[in-house]
């Protein structure tokens, strides 16, 4: 596994050294799940810990431990505060840490945060001392009062989790970034690599990405795509885009060009 070509990412109090991170939604073979978390370079892989059987779970913690990679469990397939809460305390019990990722669903059909939950499982969640990385819609004024209630992290989504959309709304992703005092992750909607690229030239600080690898045709390519396009959209935020511009601005200068020839016939 060669090192990021992106700097570490503070969150809280975890440094994240790869602004890819992973997800193990959608796997059905360890083995290629496996290929594929080398590939990515991921330092930090999520796991939700109400939908793995016991005997599941034991084999992608242990898949984690020997590769090295920290663990982000999450509240997927919790619908209240209470389940929320409930389940990031066994998690931080079970693996010892005090990183959560929180998702608190509206319903099974969209998969979309229920945001008036979330905010007050965050808030929860925060004053007990853990370091939440919240999952929440696009909107600007969302991610302002995650973050005002203890976020470490904002999460909002692209387009709906296993769609594959890709970033359906870029300019209200554009103005969370731009007003957010903590890290803003793409979390959700990715479908290829080049929206990963477009998510950090957005001004993300990092992606998550499930589905889009694990159920591609190649996961360990699409794996090690996703990460060249993140390192790739990062090189491209910190040289900066020209302008648009609403006419054609020669890339030559205009000075000292040969006037056509008048038509002597």
Known sequence: MTASQTPPLQIGDYTLDSRLIMGTGGTTDLA????????????????????????T??????????????VLPNTAGCYTVKDTVLTAELAREALETSLIKVEVIADEHTLLPDVVETLEATEQLAD?????????IDDPASALRLESAGAAA????????GTGLGILNPHNLELITSRASVPVILD???????EAAQAIELGCSAVLVASA?????????????????VEAGHL???????PKREHALASSPME??????????
């Not at 779970?57 to 920290?70: A, P």
């Open 32 to 55: 290629a799940l496996e290929k594929a978390l080398v590939a990515s370079g991921t330092t930090l892989t999520t796991v939700a810990m109400r939908r793995f059987s016991p005997e």
């Open 57 to 70: 779970k034991t084999s992608v913690f242990s898949l984690l431990e020997r590769l090295g990679i920290d």
């Open 128 to 136: 007990k001392g853990f370091t939440p990385l919240v999952y929440t």
């Open 154 to 161: 904002v999460m909002p989504l692209g387009s709906p989790i």
């Open 188 to 194: 959700a909607g990715i479908g290829a690599a080049s």
């Open 213 to 229: 690898v694990t159920r591609a045709q190649q996961p360990e390519k699409m794996a090690h795509a996703v990460r060249l396009a």
């Open 236 to 242: 491209s935020a910190q040289a900066g885009r020209i």
């Open 256 to 265: 000292g060009i040969i006037n056509p020839v008048e038509d002597l016939t």
